[in-house]
């Protein structure tokens, strides 16, 4: 059975037919083609997955296309400016070198964002590594993330995003 | 012009534009037109008789293009997988070999096992339907337990391997070491468990097959290490297709850490079915089948006894391991705990005799095979390990007594009794740094202000010795490995000045893209921006050994460095020529040809653009173009080394451990990338720290299922599980290749499991415990603590 | 994934006659459970009702002495407020170590009560304050809605509509989380409300439950000193990889001690 959604994905209007079963991310790799956003487990545990849905982090994963209908999705393809010029957070990976295979990189842009914009560009490093429960590396050993992160709070606040 | 990304340099990473982005491409992101999709189902079971496999209500599901089995494969006369290392047996005998079907023939013998292909329109529809497929399958007693697996009455797994021994190996001479045992003054006593892990790359395993009709053309997308060498498997041994007529292509690959260096059933299966389906077939793995059929890492049971004089001086080793194959050989399983382990034992220190017997056990559980370090983290476990505990036994310092059984700098080369020769070294001034680094004078003050706020504080030393970017071939060979060691590259110049690297190592996140580009912008001094590095496609790249046992740039980087010599040779030669000056008269600066005590000079790229249009060109001593390629073979192995120092608290009320500091000092020879050395070490750090502390794949003796088979139960390493990282590094350059360079991407992983748990050992030591099983877990940590104070809570 | 069929209702009411009548239909609030089970094909719903159009059966209230929070409340949404965090901090604390932020951002506190997995955490908390469960059908106490391994006194298509939770004079949920999953390996909320102190534990048995012995040496004697010989018996207690049942019954007496420091801090 298949149904129709809509929703808007990085400020597009998108829509598709799905199955009640097609997962958001399933709904954005296979059926938008857009393949930034991961997929590292089956459990709800990695974070590879992870995009915005109303400006929220959410895993991908873990909810149904359906579910995000009429949503505003914001993906790793949707943050860049431009080729030159990338989201605060996205040029604190690349200054702070915290990404190496880059599998897991788009989950952590994503709830790296979230999470400096709850804490109202406000962050310690025992926060930051609290608040990464939910997103796995298994190449950086975390120390480049974190420092990444605590580069970008203050240079997202400047920068107003 | 490349001070700023030639090497040593901090150069930000060239690859990563595309991951920050979301236009990274993995195997799984690619799309293929018409394809379908495969699905595999697996066995239940640990150790079964199949008596049927009925698929036909299974094929008539929606969507259901094709099913294979086992009988189809052997039908077809598909080969079996491989082992490529041959290890003969302490009475010369080549290990037991016992077959590998592709897909379970008549027997499946670990959780996990392939048992039927589904191939479907799509994911789900071929899941559905290997739901829909019976087995009827006879169970056999089944064997998961290591420690067990090579009694008397323990259940058969091969008939190939009687007892289930794959060989029973040894390195050194018992009777000297026995001699060296009987004059010590004390001898030191170890029992462990290396415990089993599961290497959990971010991104799962992946394969996408197409068969070109027209052309009789394969093309196999693979996470892949080491695409060459998997082609050269699948064609020379398994599926038959030429050489010439398998593309295999390793895209953008998300973590490794071995697991992606073998031939799997998997990727073997999409390939043999795509030219039967005639449509591009697709398979990526979910976590939980990484989980039961990634080939696993370590697993060992280990006994060693260190002797030593009066002064603490070591006089021998012994060590007896008994090393878990699982069910099947993978494909470098044989070499692990014999060439990449028992020759480490020596470490960094002067023991003149050791001793190693090894035997290799099949168990009903995923077959094992390298994980980052393979064998060196085994064996530097056992060392630093014993070591500390002599130290504790003798009232040592831990650090003094390393001290004084260092190989002294001035004994390099140094030929150990375990058949390596150290190349270069230098190890007092490491520890040295490390303790000041991690400011070890203090410790017993901040011990004691633990003790205050009721935590139990430890210190823990690893002092690691690697051998990695493995070479000479010849040597390899005779030892039995099947490939050789050496690396390709190939400098590509265009016209315009730029240049592609095409290399045979691959990146999966070592940053390739960037260092090589470093060597070749200092070398050629060309711009890095006008340089590209193309590596992952066996149709584009020269044949390369890929990339594992950290050797891209010892090996690949070499080869790299002798490519770019023969483009300066060549232009030279060219430039010579445009300046009518004596080919012996030019030097070769900064990029630019010069006529010493003349200001003739020629750049490089005039050289380069005169070789492509060579209207002014000496044509009959000189071919035009300049493309040049090099196959480096390493003449000995590299040797980093380094020291690690952990400091821990222990809760004794939960058993919780926290580290609290964590330095670790590294000698890599030169350094091309800092930043980038970096960020290996600290992956390698927080891995030793997840084998530590963390992680542990354990099957259930009863049942054989695998009960840490996902993240709900295997514990990977988090962002607050570990701290942030104090790194410093010495240099001692590698004396035998050009570049200087030892390799950096397991020296993490190899120290840290034996720095964390001597660091928890001096940690509980004032309250009575003498061992903690790694992983010390809360639980494990806990029991330890319970054990040796029962009357105490 | 088994295919289903979705439905998102506007009302309780449609959502109630959409799981009536239907043999396997599964009400759905953030899916952070749900969605993971079907994905593994443990569950095989023919619908699923998304519990998620329902406006009003989200949102936090202060009614009186009560903080009444509706079924569909996010976790991250209780950890957030300010009315719990002035009338029962313990609460908002336990609602911020559940799971990781986006998992926060979806779940829910109906789903997570109805689900009752003996190692979540909200159970403990609803116990330990003697909360009261509102469904479409009526009120649950929390003392005889806890029936056992996921089991609760919810029967067939009631939905939980919202948690009446009283204030707390004084209380802490002090929590050993299980290394891999960060699931409560052990969980201790200890409470003093006007009906007295109660001391629940979730993560260590089947299913969440009471120390009466604690509670009754609190009643005297509100310190951790009171409870520390209080020991409970490792019989019946889960025993897996992570931690044996003697483990799991030592950390409750530790985390009981912790809370009540927390407590009174
Ligand atoms: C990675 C991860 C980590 C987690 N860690 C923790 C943790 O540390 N501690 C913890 O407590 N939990 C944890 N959880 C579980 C999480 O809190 C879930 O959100 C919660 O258990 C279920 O809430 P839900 O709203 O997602 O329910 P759903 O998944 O939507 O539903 C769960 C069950 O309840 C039923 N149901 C849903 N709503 C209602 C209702 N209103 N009335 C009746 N029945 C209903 C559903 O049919 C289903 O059977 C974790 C989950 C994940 C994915
Ligand atoms: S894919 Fe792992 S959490 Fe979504
Ligand atoms: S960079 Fe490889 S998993 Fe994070």
Same mark, same amino acid.
């Given at each position: 059975m298949t149904i129709p959604v809509a929703m808007t994905v990085n400020g597009k209007p998108v829509s598709g037919k799905v199955e009640a079963r097609t997962l958001l991310v399933q709904f954005l790799r296979e059926h938008l083609g857009m393949t930034g956003t991961h997929v590292g487990c089956d459990t709800s545990q990695c974070g590879a997955c992870v995009v915005h849905v109303d400006g929220k982090s959410v895993k991908s994963c873990t909810i149904l296309a359906v579910q995000a209908e009429g949503a505003k999705v914001t993906t790793i393809e949707g943050l860049a400016e431009s080729a030159e010029k990338l989201h605060p957070m996205q040029e604190a990976f690349r200054e702070n070198h915290a990404l190496q295979c880059g599998f897991c990189t788009p989950g952590m842009v994503m709830s790296a964002i979230d999470m400096v914009k709850r804490h109202n560009y406000q962050l310690d490093e025992a926060t930051v590594r609290r608040e990464l429960e939910g997103n796995l590396c298994r190449c950086t050993g975390y120390h480049n993330i974190v420092k990444a992160i605590l580069a970008a709070a203050p240079a997202m606040k400047s920068a107003g995003v | 012009m490349t001070a700023q990304t030639g090497i040593g340099a901090r150069v930000k990473r060239k690859e990563d534009q595309r991951f920050l982005t979301g236009t990274g491409r993995y195997v799984d992101d690619l799309p293929l037109a018409r394809a379908t999709y495969a699905h595999f189902l697996r066995s239940p079971h640990a150790h079964a008789k199949i008596k049927s496999i009925d698929t036909s209500a299974a094929a008539k599901m929606p969507g259901v293009v094709a099913i294979f089995t086992g009988k189809d494969t052997a039908d077809a006369k598909v080969g079996g997988l491989i082992c490529g290392w041959v290890v003969k047996d302490k009475h010369g005998q080549p290990h037991k070999a016992p077959p590998h079907p592709v897909m379970a023939l008549d027997t499946v013998r670990y959780v996990g096992d392939t048992v039927a292909m589904v191939v479907a329109n799509s994911h789900d529809e071929a899941k559905d339907a290997a739901e829909a497929i019976k087995v009827d399958y006879e169970m056999l007693p089944a064997n998961v337990d290591l420690a067990t697996a090579l009694d008397k009455g323990a259940p058969q797994i091969h008939a190939e391997a009687p007892g289930n021994l794959i060989y029973d190996w040894e390195l050194g001479v018992k009777a000297d070491v026995d001699a060296a045992f009987a004059k010590a003054a004390h001898v030191t006593k170890l029992d462990l468990v290396n415990n089993r892990l599961i290497p959990n790359a971010m991104e799962p395993r992946a394969a996408a097959a197409e068969y070109d009709k027209g052309t009789g053309n394969y093309t196999l997308w693979s996470t892949s290490q080491n695409p060459h060498v998997l082609r050269l498997i699948l064609s020379a041994f398994v599926l038959g297709i030429p050489e010439h007529k398998l593309r295999v292509i390793a895209p953008d *690959? =998300? =973590? =490794?850490? =071995?697991?992606?260096?073998f031939c799997y059933n998997e990727e073997t299966m999409v390939t043999w079915a795509a030219s039967r389906v005639g449509r591009p077939i697709k398979w990526t793995a979910e976590r939980s089948e990484s989980f039961q059929t990634d080939a696993h890492g370590r697993d060992h049971v280990t006994h060693a006894e260190l002797a030593l004089d009066k002064d603490g001086k070591f006089l021998g080793l012994k060590v007896e391991t008994i090393a878990n194959m699982g069910a099947y050989l993978s494909t470098f399983s044989t070499a692990v705990p014999t060439y990449l382990y028992a020759t480490l034992l020596a470490g960094q220190y002067t023991t003149p005799v050791i001793y190693a017997n090894v035997k290799a056990a099949l168990t009903n559980t995923a077959p094992v095979d390298a994980y980052r370090g393979a064998g060196r983290p085994e064996a530097t476990f056992v060392i630093e390990s014993i070591v500390s505990k002599a130290a504790k036994e003798l009232k040592m310092d831990p650090a003094e007594l390393r001290r004084k059984n260092f190989i002294p700098a001035n004994a390099f080369p140094y030929q150990t009794p375990v058949a390596l020769q150290y190349d270069s070294g230098n190890y007092p001034p490491i520890i040295d740094e490390a303790i000041k680094i991690a400011d070890y004078k203090g410790f017993e003050a901040r011990r004691a202000e633990a003790k205050s706020r009721g935590k139990l504080r430890g210190i823990g030393f690893s002092s690691y010795i690697e051998a990695c970017g493995l070479g000479p071939s010849r040597v390899i060979g005779q030892l039995g490995g099947g490939v050789g060691q050496w690396e390709s590259a190939e400098l590509r110049f265009n016209p315009t000045g730029n240049v592609q690297i095409l290399t045979g190592a691959h990146s999966h996140g070592q940053s390739h893209e960037t260092t090589f580009a470093q060597v070749v912008s200092d070398k050629l001094g060309v711009p890095i921006e006008n340089i590209e590095v193309v590596h992952g496609d066996t149709a584009t790249t020269p044949f390369g050994m890929g990339s594992y046992g950290s050797r891209s740039l010892a090996v690949g980087g070499s080869a790299i460095v002798k490519a770019a010599d023969k483009i300066i040779a060549k232009g030279k030669k060219i430039a010579a020529h445009l300046m009518e000056a004596s080919v012996a008269d030019v030097v070769f600066e900064g990029g630019t040809f010069k006529v010493a005590g003349t200001d003739k000079a020629v750049p490089l790229g005039q050289a380069v653009f005169a070789a492509y *249009?060579?209207?002014?060109?000496?044509l009959e001593e000189l071919e035009p173009g300049m493309d040049e390629n090099a196959f480096y073979d390493p003449s000995n192995f590299v040797y980093p080394a380094g020291t690690q120092i952990c400091e821990v608290e222990v809760d004794p009320d939960t058993g919780e451990v926290e580290i609290v500091n964590f330095t670790a000092v590294d000698d890599f020879g030169n350094i091309v990338n800092p930043m980038i050395v970096e960020g290996q070490v600290h992956g390698g750090i927080v891995q030793g720290v997840g084998q530590a502390l963390l992680e542990n794949a354990v099957y259930d003796k009863e049942t054989g299922q695998l009960v840490s088979g996902s993240y709900m139960d295997y514990t990977m390493p988090r962002a607050d599980d570990v701290p942030s990282f104090k790194l410093g590094n010495k240099v001692t350059p590698c004396p035998h290749n050009p570049l200087g360079v030892k390799g950096c991407g397991e020296a993490g992983a190899i120290a840290a499991p034996a720095a964390v748990m001597n660091a928890v050992h001096d940690a509980l030591a004032p309250v009575g415990v003498s061992h903690v099983p790694m992983p010390a877990t809360p639980l494990n940590v806990w029991q330890a603590i319970h054990g040796a104070r029962p009357a105490a809570e | 994934m088994y295919d289903f069929h979705y439905h998102r209702p506007k009302t309780l009411a449609d959502a109630v006659n959409l799981l009536k009548g239907k043999d396997e239909a599964r009400p759905m609030s953030g899916g952070m459970t749900l969605i993971p089970t079907l994905k593994q094909r443990l569950a095989k719903p023919s619908d699923v009702v998304d519990?998620?159009?329902?406006?009003?059966?989200?949102g936090i209230k202060v009614e009186g002495n009560n903080v009444v929070i509706g079924g569909m409340t996010r976790h991250a949404d209780v950890a957030s407020s300010a009315d719990v965090k002035s009338a029962i901090p313990a609460l908002a604390h336990l609602a911020g170590h559940i799971g990781d932020p986006a998992v926060r951002n979806r779940g829910t506190i109906g789903g997570s009560v109805a689900n009752n997995d003996p190692a979540a955490d909200y159970p403990a908390a609803v116990l330990a304050l003697g909360a009261t469960i509102t469904t479409n059908t009526g009120k649950h106490a929390a003392d005889s809605f806890f029936k056992g391994l996921f089991e609760t006194a919810l029967s067939d298509g009631e939905l939980i509509t919202s948690i009446s939770f009283p204030k707390a004079e004084k209380a802490a949920y002090m929590k050993f989380p299980n290394p891999a999953s960060r699931y409560a390996m052990v969980g201790v909320f200890v409470a003093k409300t006007a009906a007295g102190v109660r001391v629940a534990v979730t993560g260590a048995g089947p299913s969440v439950f009471r120390v009466k012995a604690m509670e009754d040496a609190l009643a005297k004697n509100f310190s951790s000193a009171a409870i520390k010989d209080i020991k409970i018996p490792a019989d019946g207690l889960n025993s897996d990889i992570h931690a044996s049942a003697e483990y799991r019954a030592h950390l409750v007496n530790v985390m009981a001690r912790r809370a009540v420091d927390a407590a009174t801090k």
């Open positions: - | *690959v =998300g =973590g =490794g850490f =071995g697991s992606k260096i *249009v060579p209207h002014n060109y000496p | 519990l998620g159009g329902i406006k009003d059966l989200a």
